[in-house]
T-cell receptor, first 112, second 113 residues
Framework: EDQVTQSPEALRLQEGESSSLNCSYT??????LFWYRQDPGKGPEFLFTLYSAGEEKEKERLKATLTKKESFLHITAPKPEDSATYLC?????????????FGRGTQLTVWP | EAQVTQNPRYLITVTGKKLTVTCSQNMNHEYMSWYRQDPGLGLRQIYY???????DKGDVPEGYKVSRKEKRNFPLILESPSPNQTSLYFC????????????FGSGTQLSVL
């Protein structure tokens, strides 16, 4: 069973059309939830870390939020350069510090 | 420039021929980790290292070995590669395991025939 589930698997948006990506997790007592962006042929690039329910972080057109069971990555007025795969990862509790579980990602395409 | 360097970028090999994928970071990071990425499965952790001489298994360690003799290097060894190890491999590092910001290398695309 996946510890982290991302939805949708793929999302196509017109430029300027705001939307949200979802990351739900099954573990309780999360040590941290992370968002990464991955462009084709490249390694993931860090975006945000969230630690507790109610926390929010923003960067340009992206805003990440966290509840007790899920996180959302809100994209406001996206541009074609926001097209990428967005990955969510969690640091579960009770496991060795070094473990990190990734979701399968949401592939976002923004067309002009 | 701060970076994680993986080599080679692409590798085609045959079943059973031992290979090593190198990973080096220049940021004096304590924590390093290896992942494989397969279509539809996402990133799965193979091994990680909290510091020099300290390594531990991730989700999919079978068929892989690692070593951490120096802080900057964390090679991934496939003693007897098999076709099911065909994948895109990423090395990553961070200041410490408690530090959330992982820096990833550019990846190694491995094909085992």
């Amino acid at each position: 069973e996946d510890q982290v589930t991302q939805s949708p698997e793929a999302l196509r948006l017109q430029e300027g059309e705001s939307s949200s990506l979802n990351c739900s997790y099954t573990v309780s007592g999360l040590r941290g939830l992370f968002w990464y962006r991955q462009d084709p042929g490249k390694g993931p690039e860090f975006l945000f870390t969230l630690y507790s329910a109610g926390e929010e972080k923003e960067k340009e057109r992206l805003k990440a939020t966290l509840t007790k069971k899920e996180s959302f990555l809100h994209i406001t007025a996206p541009k074609p350069e926001d097209s990428a795969t967005y990955l969510c990862a969690v640091h579960p509790p009770g496991s060795t510090l070094g473990r990190l579980y990734f979701g399968r990602g949401t592939q976002l395409t923004v067309w002009p | 420039e701060a970076q994680v360097t993986q080599n080679p970028r692409y590798l085609i090999t045959v079943t059973g021929k031992k290979l090593t994928v190198t990973c080096s970071q220049n940021m004096n990071h304590e924590y390093m980790s290896w992942y494989r990425q397969d279509p539809g499965l996402g990133l799965r952790q193979i091994y990680y290292s909290m510091n020099v001489e300290v390594t531990d298994k991730g989700d999919v360690p079978e068929g892989y070995k690692v070593s951490r003799k120096e802080k900057r290097n964390f090679p991934l060894i496939l003693e007897s590669p098999s076709p099911n190890q065909t994948s895109l491999y990423f090395c990553a590092s961070s200041l410490a395991a408690t530090n959330e910001k992982l820096f990833f290398g550019s990846g190694t695309q491995l094909s085992v025939l």
